[in-house]
């Protein structure tokens, strides 16, 4: 199987950084797309932004500016740095990854068990 986990997420006040890490491990091929979502209370999981394998990344328009995505392939790991944090940023993000567990099957999506993020003063 494919786990993905989540680090990184904290309190942090309005204006401030913080940097989300997600590794995957177990069974892995390769790893196309990996992106965030991110869910406020009360709200619908949307998407924050996405990484293909050779680095094009996309962005919603919201945080477009202050948030950057990355990735290690050869970690299996990508990366959130987040900027100039407003409330609004405020919500449990989640990490997700298309893995292919070898070169014959499809890639399958996976998702990270979320991790809150706070911005307060």
């Known amino acids: 199987q494919v786990q993905l986990v989540e680090s990184g997420g904290g309190l942090v006040q309005p204006g401030g950084s913080l940097r989300l890490s997600c590794a995957a491990s177990?069974?892995?091929?390769?790893?196309?797309?990996m992106g965030w979502y991110r869910q406020a209370p009360g709200k619908q999981r949307e998407l924050v932004g996405n990484?293909?394998?050779?680095?094009?990344?996309n962005y919603a328009e919201s945080v477009k500016g202050r948030f950057t995505i990355s990735r290690d392939n050869a970690k299996n790991t990508v990366y959130l740095q987040m900027n100039s944090l407003k409330r609004e940023d405020t919500a449990v993000y989640y990490c997700?990854?298309?893995?292919?567990?070898?070169?014959?099957?499809?890639?399958?999506?996976?998702w990270g068990q979320g991790t809150q993020v706070t911005v307060s003063s």
């Open positions: 177990g069974r892995i091929f390769s790893i196309n797309d």
């Open positions: 997700n990854a298309e893995v292919m567990r070898s070169w014959v099957d499809s890639a399958i999506e996976y």
């Open positions: 990484i293909t394998r050779r680095g094009v990344t």
